[in-house]
């Protein structure tokens, strides 16, 4: 009896190969980094941790101003070019306390800067232009913000200033900047789309009593908008520099909200404002109405920071961890691949490339996903990968002794091959499918290394499923097909799988 096999195993070789070799190139592109980003236990560091102190008389620090305090500090600290920092609560109200952690920074000056409290400020603008208009002097081009001091702000100096400056690059639109109150200064836009000349500042964040996004009041119809209150000497600065600006043309009636050293919104003066109370408009939807309510309410913040630890942690510990992990890691693949020789003779060659190929697939996703996502390894992420081992290894024993016992049963080794699959598929997707619920499940309800835990078990058990049926069956469909599969050291080898069972019961390689 003989079976017609309907699959195709060069299309799905050629197709996984191609994809591995492209992530290949993408990993050792020129001029990027082939390693993989490594976490605090691995790189060392600096971590500080900071505790908030009331400074505008509310008697608790509530959990909306330590939020917003996380979000200013993750910028700030990506503005010393480390994207890769963790910043986080611990505790709650009073008692709390913000922990910075940047993996390979160990300045003396971090912790200083961390601890300024964000300046939010609002600045006239004396020039505007969108960033796709081209660039005077593109051979002067200069990242954002650049600072001039107003003892120095001659005209010449500010035209240069401008001309020069560009918001291309992301190193232009960081932030984290700590602007002097008095200087001019040339800036971006946070989303990039203006470089503006902004003049002194007129009214400092810690005026502003309250800002509330709202529809339209009395009933009025279109875009969000974001009411502001402002205490008596705000709203004295507010109505003395309304009336002189509202009265100019565009852009010199317009206003930079500035924080941390970007404009986060460069609205216009209608009309002179003496109420103390303003209202920003324009095209805003009501996720961002809400964040300019947020970063005006808050900008400022009602809490300073005080230092209370900074420590310089060494990588040596985690390190020697890893060699610890990576050497038992490489004892258990040893054995792996041990067994599998011994136990399936060639077929366990199959398995053991697989095992490679599986390998590289993951080292490369590591790398590419922690250019594209930030995604660093820790001590805990690289034990997920090794648990993946077993995972992998798993898959190779189920579907090699499926094929074992079809042979056993009289099929002959083609046959077996495809039988065993439709019979192994459904195990290796249900043992694969409820890893992966535990790996995603764990990763939504845990945080910090639990999650690079979790993630890195995900991604090796979804490169287990791709790898089993891409290239472990294909591989296992040509090697039925080869004159050694029969061979002794064939791992299914009839002859000797079959021995002891009566002759009667077989038949032209089918069981009676």
């Known amino acids: 009896m003989s079976v017609k096999s309907s699959t195709r195993p060069w299309r799905a070789l050629i197709a996984i190969l191609v994809i591995t070799l492209a992530m290949g190139v993408g990993v050792f592109w020129p001029g990027t980094s082939s390693s993989a980003k490594l976490g605090l236990d691995l790189q060392g560091g600096t971590q500080v941790i900071l505790t908030p102190r009331i400074v505008s008389g509310a008697p608790v620090i509530t959990a909306d101003q330590l939020n917003q305090t996380v979000a200013i500090m993750r910028q700030r600290v990506n503005g010393f070019g480390v994207a890769e920092a963790e910043v ?7 008692e709390a306390a913000i922990v ?10 971090i912790a200083e800067l961390l601890k300024q409290t964000a300046l939010l400020e609002f600045r006239p603008v004396l020039q505007a232009r969108t960033s796709s208009a081209p660039v005077e002097d593109t051979s002067a081009t200069a990242p954002a913000p650049v600072i001039i001091p107003t003892s120095a702000g001659s005209e010449a100096e500010l035209a240069a200033a401008f001309a020069g400056a560009a918001c291309f690059s992301a190193e232009a639109l960081q932030g984290g900047a700590v602007l002097d109150p008095n200087s001019y200064v040339v800036t971006c836009s946070t ?21 509330i996004a709202a529809l339209p009041p009395q009933g009025g119809t279109g875009a969000w908008v974001v009411t502001l209150d402002f205490d008596s000497a705000g709203a004295t600065a507010l109505a003395t520099a309304s009336t002189d600006m ?4 565009d852009p010199l009636n317009r206003f930079g909200i500035v924080l941390d050293g970007l404009v986060v919104s460069a609205p216009f003066f209608q009309e002179p404002i003496l109420g103390g109370s303003a209202q920003i408009s324009g095209s805003f939807t009501p996720d961002e109405a809400k964040a300019l309510a947020s970063v005006l309410r808050y900008g400022a913040l009602p809490i300073a920071l005080d230092i209370a630890e900074t420590n310089a942690v060494s990588p040596t510990l985690g390190i020697e961890q890893l060699n610890a992990g990576l050497l038992a890691g490489a004892l258990g693949l040893s054995l792996v691949v041990l067994y599998l020789l011994l136990y399936y003779r060639l077929l366990g060659l199959v398995a053991i490339v697989s095992l490679a190929l599986a390998a590289s697939m993951i080292y490369f996703a590591v790398v590419l996903l922690g250019r594209s996502v930030g995604f660093t390894l820790t001590l805990a992420g690289v034990a997920g990968l090794i648990v993946a081992i077993g995972i992998t290894a798993d898959s190779f024993v189920v579907y090699n002794e499926r094929i074992r016992d079809e042979i056993r049963d009289g099929k002959a080794p083609r046959a077996a091959i495809d039988a065993a699959w439709k019979r192994a598929r459904r ?4 043992a694969d499918f409820v890893q992966m619920l535990a790996a995603v499940v764990l990763y939504f309800l845990s945080v910090g290394a639990v999650q690079g835990f979790a993630f890195a078990l995900g991604l090796s058990t979804l490169v287990d499923v791709f790898v089993a049926f891409w290239f472990t069956r294909p591989v296992t469909v040509l090697f039925g097909k080869s ?11 009839p002859s000797k799988l079959r021995a002891g069972i009566p002759a009667n019961l077989v038949v032209d390689g089918v069981s009676k």
């Open 88 to 94: 986080a609560v611990q505790g709650s109200g009073n």
């Open 191 to 211: 989303d990039g789309a203006e470089t503006l000349l902004l003049a002194p500042t007129f009214i400092a964040g810690e005026r502003i009593d309250d800002a």
């Open 100 to 109: 910075v952690s940047v993996p390979g920074v160990n300045q003396q000056g």
């Open 246 to 249: 509202s009265a100019k043309p």
């Open 483 to 493: 004159r050694f599969a029969n061979g002794k050291l064939s791992g299914i080898s």
């Open 427 to 430: 195990t290796l997707l249900a």
